[in-house]
């Protein structure tokens, strides 16, 4: 696609509910990156993908939280057991690789546990 | 670890008026990558402008420019004849340029919220 896509936009969620959010990057773009956003805040890193390979998931907050990308091109963010806490943006990037411009970003999901 | 300070959490300017944005970062590598980010409340962060450390030119793309100096550590962007549109969240970013992989991932700081009045 022409850009990078992120579903839902805006996701609800009660708490303990499990939820799955999804990026769909630029077509051919080696590198994804996932970041978290809480209210006020700028961006933190959560996870990166080279490919199908998540190279480094230092950022993930707790082991509720759970990243894949199995065939190299659309991401899966998953939260279980959703806590109050976990209420942010969750914003996508994407990139060839080496992309010495910065990173093509969705426009993330809002993510509201109640 | 890399931080990245904007020590403005708001500032407002008139249209047509110029506006500085500050940014401080501390590090103790040589070789680094800093941006300037724009979010509108859509939400998506757009690329404003970008310098290599190694350059000592100051980057500029159209009315957007940088102050950038190295050894205290700073990153300013000024915006020239401020328009309406360019009203957003504007937020430092900083990225090793060492390495492979997650180096390349960003640090942001907590951003500068930029009003435009007409």
């Known amino acids: 696609g022409a850009g990078v896509s992120q579903s839902p936009r805006y996701k609800v969620a009660k708490r303990g509910q499990d939820v799955a959010l999804r990026c769909d990057p630029i077509s051919g773009h080696v590198s994804l990156f996932w970041y978290q956003q809480a209210l006020g805040q700028g961006p933190e890193f959560l996870t990166y993908f080279q490919n199908e390979a998540q190279l480094d998931k230092s950022g993930l907050p707790s082991d509720r939280f759970f990243a894949e990308r199995p065939e190299g091109s659309v991401s899966t963010l998953k939260i279980q057991r959703t806590q109050q806490e976990d209420s942010a943006v969750y914003l996508c990037?994407?990139?060839?690789?080496?992309?010495?411009?910065?990173?093509?970003f969705g426009s993330g999901t809002r993510l509201t546990v109640v | 670890a890399q931080t990245v300070t904007q020590s403005q959490p708001e500032m407002s300017v008139q249209e047509a008026e110029t506006v500085t944005l500050s940014c401080t970062y501390d590090t103790s590598e040589s070789d680094y990558y800093l941006f300037w980010y724009k979010q509108p409340p859509s939400r998506q962060m757009i690329l404003v402008i970008r310098q290599e450390a190694y350059k000592q030119q100051n980057a500029t793309e159209n009315r957007f420019s940088v102050n950038f100096q190295k050894a205290a550590k700073s990153f300013s962007l000024k915006i020239s004849d401020s328009q309406l549109g360019d009203a957003a969240m504007y937020f430092c970013a900083y990225r090793s340029a060492r390495g492979a992989g997650s180096n390349y991932k960003l640090t942001f700081g907590k951003g500068t919220l930029l009003t435009v009045n007409p």
């Open positions: 990037a994407s990139s060839w690789g080496r992309d010495l411009s910065g990173y093509t």
